[in-house]
């Protein structure tokens, strides 16, 4: 709208802050240090400054706000519409990316770019990146392109040009370890090859605007000139290359020095991505002559005081940091909650049952609920039983377990075994890993296959094919016909780990050493070891029913759980949230769950080498507990399947760090113990009789009776009446009664210490520990 009709000017905006917010946003001139711990409301100080300084006769062009997101950038100019009115629309507000490029688009011509420069996006730099790899003659499965890509960024970054590379001894030695010491060849070849091209990545309007700024004194004089006022907000998740560009804007003779950044030292967790917490940190030395001022948002209005003292006492560990004390005008609120449980089976019934209970409880909407993790792997217990117990719910940051390609590929795989003629699973696995089966080859045995009437594996070994080609078939025809020989027998982890191993699929993604590539093998892993899990659960028998353990059963069993893509669902915004920590950052909900708290775990097992990383990982869990307004609940497990094995866990040195005085109990629930709102124990209470009960005691954080390392499985035909033994799960038991023939022999054990005392046992998979 024209200025002329802009809203009214509310007289007092700024009252509606607080002392200090105030003090921030009218310091118009130097640099300014703006300390913004959680929910403190640094976003209403950012819009307030911006259109104080516009209220004061700066003109919105001269104002550059860098943000992190275009939402964020969108969000803060219509908060600054409604002080100033259209005006706001003239601000350069925007992402790091996307301003940089607006530049560039005027500027490129300066460094060898046309103006309609090409913006590469990931697939299209692994795939220029492959091309290299493949003309340079080298070993692909060495070289893989993402791990390149990877390296390539994380020069940039740094403001490593390829000759600087090729003579950092450092990197040259990092890539030989890796086997791949051509690495800064490719480098230089993708640079050149990008430039001929006339593209550049996303990291490339980064690094060439440097180069622009760096090389080139009349164009940054003009844009220090142009813009008068810099503002930066999450200012601890910028990388080296983004602040040597700030501070290029912003360097004498040609800039006022009015710069302000907004962040907090306490939330820097992107190092993983190149953000330094060093930029932060070192931010008041680096304008120390110029007059700098530092203001602190110290007051919470989020969380309640418990949550609040919570956080401080936990980021105090920390070393070097910018000391700050958060606190609170909410109350007291409710106390935190740590949960114990002996496995993560444990902990993905006890989490949907707490949550149920908060609901009828608090009157709680499943928005106001989010379930956060160190990895994105874990989500799928969580998923299983939010399903079971019919609560609503979207996993953000990433897709759904299930859906993720690395499982669906080994999905793909099982499904061939278990069915020839699923025509959708042999089309995703015939050439995955890639075996040389192409485009063509594929077109011929369909071909074939729809001529004589047959399925498209029945084709594949009568097909005429090349000889390497016609190799490679036979050996996948042979691990599908091997592994669908024992589907009847075999149960389902020993044949999914098998066929992980004999595909290719597991070798294949433990070549890929990039942070993405570790994520995607985690989560491979983790279906594994939820087939584990399926197999380990259903040795207990509640009823005459001898439980399956076939791969049919478990594809079935997650078929039916997964197919629940109703439109109602997609259109349903009043869900629980499942997102690991990283994604959570900057949003808040009334309850949250921090789940899986264990050494190796959260803190991460890749961080445990370094002060560094450990430094990072507990502001990572302080990230977690601030996103908690009312409710704040936190789990570990004793056991929990890792990589196809039962490990043991040591609770996470974060949760000691939790204030007693804020923590309402550790209370622990036994594996067998029933939920009462579990639809499988409610179905199981029918036909046995015996009704769930829900128990709860306290505990001290305590490693449980049985060590999974030195646990040592008697036979199954050693198991005898009147004998004492050990299970993993329910500890020491004495047996009672055996019956049942040849391989299917059933044991009654009574084990003193659980609610439910009595439970029969498959001896065949029950690995039990003869004690006498």
Same mark, same amino acid.
């Given at each position: 709208m024209p200025d002329s009709v802009a809203p009214q000017q509310p007289p007092h905006y700024l009252d509606e802050l607080n002392p200090v917010q105030r003090q921030a946003a009218e310091k118009r001139e130097g640099p300014v240090l703006v300390i913004a711990g959680p929910g403190s409301g640094k976003t209403r100080v950012l819009t307030y400054r911006i259109a104080h300084l516009i209220e004061k006769g700066a003109a919105p062009w001269e104002i550059l706000a860098l943000t992190f997101t275009n939402k964020s950038a969108r969000e803060m100019k219509e908060r600054i519409a409604k002080v100033v009115g259209s005006k706001a629309s003239d601000i350069w507000a925007g992402t790091f990316h996307s301003l940089f490029a607006r530049i560039l688009r005027v500027e490129a011509k300066h460094i060898g770019y046309p103006t309609n420069f090409t913006i590469y996006d990931s697939d299209d730099t692994k795939s220029l990146i492959g091309q290299i790899i493949r003309e340079m003659n080298l070993d692909k499965t060495v070289y893989q392109a993402n791990a390149i890509k990877n390296r390539i960024s994380s020069a940039k970054s740094s403001l490593t040009t390829p000759k600087l590379y090729a003579q950092n001894a450092e990197l040259l030695t990092q890539d030989k370890a890796a086997k791949m010491p051509l690495v800064h060849k490719i480098y230089a070849t993708y640079v050149a090859r990008c430039k001929k091209a006339g593209a550049m990545d996303f990291d490339d309007l980064l690094f060439r605007l440097f180069e622009l700024f760096q090389n080139h004194p009349d164009v940054v004089k003009k844009y220090r000139r142009k813009f008068k006022y810099v503002m930066v907000d999450e200012f601890q998740d910028t990388n080296t290359l983004q602040y040597a560009i700030v501070k290029k804007l912003v360097q004498y003779p040609n800039s006022p020095r009015n710069i302000c950044v907004v962040g907090d030292d306490a939330q820097s967790i992107y190092a993983f991505r190149g953000a330094t917490i060093q930029n932060i940190l070192d931010f008041e030395r680096d304008f120390a002559d110029h007059g700098i001022e530092t203001f602190k948002l110290e007051q919470n209005y989020r969380s309640t005081e418990h949550i609040v003292q919570a956080a401080n006492a936990v980021i105090s560990h920390n070393r070097r940091q910018i000391q700050k004390k958060i606190w609170s005008h909410k109350g007291e609120g409710q106390k935190i909650r740590i949960l114990r449980e002996m496995d993560d089976t444990s902990e993905g019934r006890r989490v949907a049952d707490t949550i149920l209970e908060q609901k009828s409880r608090y009157h709680l909407r499943h !928005?106001?609920?989010?379930?956060?993790? @160190?990895?994105?792997? !874990? +989500?799928?217990?969580?998923?299983?039983?939010?399903?079971?117990?019919?609560?609503?719910?979207?996993?953000?940051?990433?897709?759904?377990?299930? !859906?993720?390609?690395?499982?669906?590929?080994?999905?793909?795989?099982?499904?061939?075994?278990?069915?020839?003629?699923?025509?959708?699973?042999?089309?995703? +696995?015939?050439?995955?890993?890639?075996?040389?089966?192409?485009?063509?080859?594929?077109?011929?045995?369909?071909?074939?296959?729809?001529?004589?009437?047959?399925?498209?594996?029945?084709?594949?070994?009568?097909?005429?094919?090349?000889?390497?080609?016609?190799? +490679?078939?036979?050996?996948?025809?042979?691990?599908?016909?091997?592994?669908?020989?024992?589907?009847?027998?075999?149960?389902?982890?020993?044949?999914?780990?098998?066929?992980? @191993?004999?595909?290719?699929?597991?070798?294949?993604?433990?070549?890929?050493?990039?942070?993405?590539?570790?994520?995607?093998?985690?989560?491979?892993?983790?279906?594994?070891?939820?087939?584990?899990?399926?197999?380990?659960?259903?040795?207990?028998?509640?009823?005459?029913?001898?439980?399956? =353990?076939?791969?049919?059963?478990?594809?079935?069993?997650?078929?039916?759980?997964?197919?629940?893509?109703?439109?109602?669902?997609?259109?349903?915004?009043?869900?629980?949230?499942?997102?690991?920590?990283?994604?959570? =950052?900057?949003?808040?909900?009334?309850?949250?769950?921090?789940?899986?708290?264990?050494?190796?775990?959260?803190?991460?097992?890749? +961080?445990m080498d370094s002060a560094e990383g450990m430094d990072e990982e507990r502001r990572l869990f302080y990230v977690a507990i601030t996103r908690a307004e009312q409710f704040l609940t936190l789990s570990y497990t004793n056991t929990r399947y890792r990589y196809g094995k039962m490990v043991m866990n040591e609770p996470s040195r974060f949760l000691t760090e939790v204030p007693s005085e804020s923590v309402e109990s550790t209370t622990y629930s036994r594996r067998s113990e029933a939920s009462e709102y579990d639809p499988l124990e409610r179905q199981r209470a029918k036909v046995t009789g015996i009704t769930p009960v829900r128990q709860r005691g306290t505990a001290k954080f305590s490693k449980p009776k049985v060590d999974p390392s030195t646990f040592k499985p008697s036979a199954p035909g050693e198991i005898e009446v009147g004998q004492n033994v050990m299970h993993l799960k329910f500890g020491e038991g004495r047996v009672t009664k055996v019956d049942g023939g040849a391989g299917n022999r059933i044991a009654t054990i009574h084990f003193s210490d659980l609610a439910q005392p009595e439970k029969r046992i498959m001896l065949r998979f029950a690995k039990l520990q003869v004690l006498d």
């Open positions: !928005q106001d609920i989010a379930i956060l993790y @160190r990895t994105n792997a !874990q +989500s799928r217990i969580f998923e299983e039983y939010l399903r079971r117990f019919n609560l609503p719910y979207r996993v953000y940051g990433g897709l759904s377990f299930y !859906q993720r390609k690395e499982v669906k590929d080994l999905i793909a795989y099982l499904r061939m075994v278990v069915n020839p003629s699923d025509e959708e699973a042999f089309r995703r +696995s015939i050439n995955n890993p890639k075996r040389g089966i192409g485009g063509t080859s594929i077109e011929k045995v369909v071909k074939l296959a729809t001529q004589q009437g047959i399925t498209n594996f029945e084709a594949l070994k009568h097909v005429a094919l090349p000889k390497r080609t016609r190799h +490679s078939a036979d050996g996948y025809i042979d691990v599908i016909q091997k592994a669908s020989a024992k589907a009847d027998t075999a149960n389902a982890y020993e044949l999914a780990e098998t066929i992980a @191993r004999k595909s290719g699929l597991l070798d294949n993604m433990r070549k890929d050493t990039s942070i993405e590539g570790m994520g995607r093998l985690e989560n491979f892993q983790a279906l594994l070891d939820g087939i584990k899990s399926f197999v380990e659960e259903d040795t207990l028998i509640d009823t005459d029913t001898l439980p399956d =353990k076939t791969l049919a059963t478990y594809l079935q069993n997650i078929a039916l759980l997964t197919d629940f893509d109703s439109n109602e669902e997609k259109d349903n915004t009043d869900v629980v949230t499942l997102m690991s920590v990283h994604a959570a =950052k900057g949003l808040e909900f009334k309850s949250v769950f921090v789940v899986g708290l264990e050494e190796k775990l959260f803190p991460s097992w890749m +961080s």
